[in-house]
């Protein structure tokens, strides 16, 4: 679990994007960033969680926030996931888990009494100046514009 708390400068990183492009935290100074991390594209919760990002995208655009997800997933599945579910906003694949790491949501979980290690969804609300103003570890899929925005 994350040890990043509110009032910390969030850690740059770079990636690539659904479109094979470089993307950087740095790219968007100056701007309010929801970075969140969620386990794979095209699972049931994931879908949920990026749908409600999406269905609420305009009202967080409105509060001026810009939305970037990351996960381990390659840029094509990326773009698919995009494609089949309309999604107006980056997503960054972290395939080396690096991201994930700087941030730390990528370790232990449990699935089926299963151990293994991957991203523990969480989301990050980094202000103008780079700063975390908000860190969500009980993400709920369904609700998290609302969790975001309250």
Request: hydrophobic share 35%.
């Amino acid at each position: 679990m994350t040890t990043l708390v509110a009032g910390q400068k969030a850690p740059k990183f770079t990636g690539i994007d659904q479109d094979g492009k470089k993307v950087s935290l740095s790219d968007f100074s100056g701007q309010k960033v929801i970075l969140y991390f969620y386990p794979a594209d095209l699972t049931p919760t994931c879908t949920v969680e990026a749908c409600n990002l999406r269905d609420n995208h305009e009202i967080l655009q409105k509060e001026g926030y810009t939305v970037i997800g990351v996960s381990p997933d390659d840029p094509a599945k990326h773009r698919k996931f995009i494609e089949r579910h309309n999604l107006p906003f980056i997503l960054i694949a972290d395939e080396d888990h690096i991201i994930a790491k700087k941030y730390g949501v990528w370790g232990p979980k449990k699935m089926f009494g299963k151990a293994y290690d991957g991203i523990l969804r969480t989301t990050f609300v980094i202000d103008e100046k780079g700063v975390l103003t908000d860190v969500i570890t009980k993400v709920k899929s369904k609700e998290h514009a609302d969790q975001i925005l309250n």
